[in-house]
C-alpha cells in the first residue's frame, strides 16, 4: 500500500509502531496517495457494477422462465431494478439470444 506518512513535530516514528502512536500523537497525518484512492474508487465502482449487473440477468431470468401471468408480480418485488440499466442489459442479452437464433427469448 502506497501511504505517505506526514510527521509534524518532528516525531519520528517508525513504521511498525505507527498504529501504536497514532491514538497518542493526534499530529501524525496519514494520507493515501491519490493513485491508491483511484484505484480503489475502481475497484469497488466495479464491484458495485458486477453486482448490480447479476441481479439484471437474475430478473430477466425470472421473466423467462415464469408461469404466464406472473411477471407483475415479479417486476413488483424487482422495482429498485427498473431502470435504464435494466433496458440496457435486455437489449443485450436480447441481441445475444438473436445471434443464437433463438428469436424467442429475443
Not at 401471468?69 to 442489459?89: A, F, S, T, V, Y
Not at 442479452?93 to 428469436?103: D, I, K
Request: charged share 20%.
Amino acid at each position: 500500500m502506497n501511504l505517505k506518512l506526514l510527521n509534524y513535530r518532528n516525531c519520528n516514528l517508525q513504521r511498525d509502531r505507527f498504529s501504536d502512536n497514532l491514538t497518542t500523537n493526534p499530529q501524525l497525518l496519514m494520507i493515501a496517495d491519490e493513485s491508491l484512492i483511484t484505484e480503489l474508487t475502481a475497484t469497488i465502482y466495479n464491484a458495485m457494477n458486477e453486482q448490480l449487473t447479476q441481479a439484471y440477468l437474475n430478473l430477466i431470468n425470472q421473466l423467462l422462465t415464469c408461469n404466464e401471468g406472473d411477471e407483475p408480480q415479479i417486476l413488483q418485488e424487482n422495482q429498485r431494478l427498473l431502470d435504464r440499466g435494466l433496458i440496457e442489459i435486455m437489449i443485450a442479452v436480447a441481441q445475444q439470444y438473436r445471434e443464437a437464433g433463438r428469436e424467442n427469448e429475443a
